[in-house]
């Protein structure tokens, strides 16, 4: 993509698990590159690998081979300590299930990830404040998890994932555990914070949420299938599936 920069670049990427005497491929040689301001959604089947890829490319999990670089680093070589580092700075995390501390306010669970940052304590709040406006909950601050509604709760777990400015979104099935119109709240927030220059990549199993991306790759057994833009995707999709299904 002319003028961008890359962020992600995966060179054949490989993930082996043993299990007894059997070897399983749960990524067998995935090359791909991801470039700044893109939003990307990776799709598949249970076993396609889809996690797996999201866990190497959060820094979650290693690959058995092959080069993984974030913004120009090979993270293959880092050490634990390291990966921790670009998992906190470059990295922000939207779960399925939002993964908020109960007994935190809405603006506790935002500053968690400073804590570990560069940030002073004075500050925190402060920046913390400030992502909860930047997805509307800018009223919601002092509200615990218990007294939000689904939306809201994945609201605060964006503003959490955004505060330390990061390279990329991973956005694993942010709209799983939430009803249709909030699902597409949320998604019209993900929108928004693309058109802002945010890097977003969504991992999902629903075709009308991976629509709302610009790039859709496809996994199965390990490998990528597909890698295309919605439009050319929706194509895909109808020959490789049929019309009717």
């Known amino acids: 993509m002319s003028g961008q920069s ?9 993930r082996v698990y043993k299990v007894g005497t059997e070897q399983i491929h749960a990524l067998d ?10 939003y990307v959604a990776v799709m598949g089947h249970s076993g396609s690998g889809k ?25 293959t070589q880092m050490s634990n300590s390291q990966l921790a580092k670009v998992r906190n ?10 993964e908020l501390l109960p007994r935190f306010s809405a ?21 913390a404040g400030k992502a909860l406006e930047r997805v509307g909950l800018g009223e919601r601050m002092t509200h615990r998890p218990n007294q939000l509604s689904g ?15 990061p390279s990329i979104l991973l956005a694993d099935e942010p709209t799983g555990n939430l009803d249709s119109k909030t699902s597409e709240e949320i998604l019209a927030l993900f929108r928004r914070l693309h058109e802002e ?22 996994m ?26």
């Not at 797996?52 to 090979?74: Q, V």
């Not at 603006?107 to 920046?127: A, D, F, G, H």
């Open 151 to 165: 939306g809201e709760k994945q609201r605060v777990a964006v503003a959490r994932a955004l505060i330390n400015n």
């Open 51 to 75: 996690s797996t890829l999201m866990n190497l490319l959060g820094c979650l999990d290693r690959a058995s081979g092959g080069i993984y670089e974030l913004d120009g680093e090979d993270t």
């Open 107 to 127: 603006l506790k669970n935002v500053e968690l990830p400073l804590i570990y940052s560069r940030q002073t304590i004075w500050n925190r709040k402060e920046l």
């Open 6 to 14: 890359v962020v992600i670049q995966l060179n054949d990427i490989r």
């Open 29 to 38: 040689g995935v090359s791909l590159e991801i470039y700044e301001n893109e």
């Open 220 to 245: 199965r057994d390990g490998k990528v299938i597909s890698d295309v833009p919605t439009e050319q995707d929706a194509v895909w999709e109808h020959r490789n599936t049929g019309a009717g299904r």
């Open 197 to 218: 220059g945010q890097t977003i990549i969504m991992v999902t199993h629903e075709a009308d949420v991976s629509c709302h991306a610009k790039r859709i790759i496809r």
């Open 89 to 98: 700075e470059k990295i922000g995390f939207v779960f399925q299930s939002f």
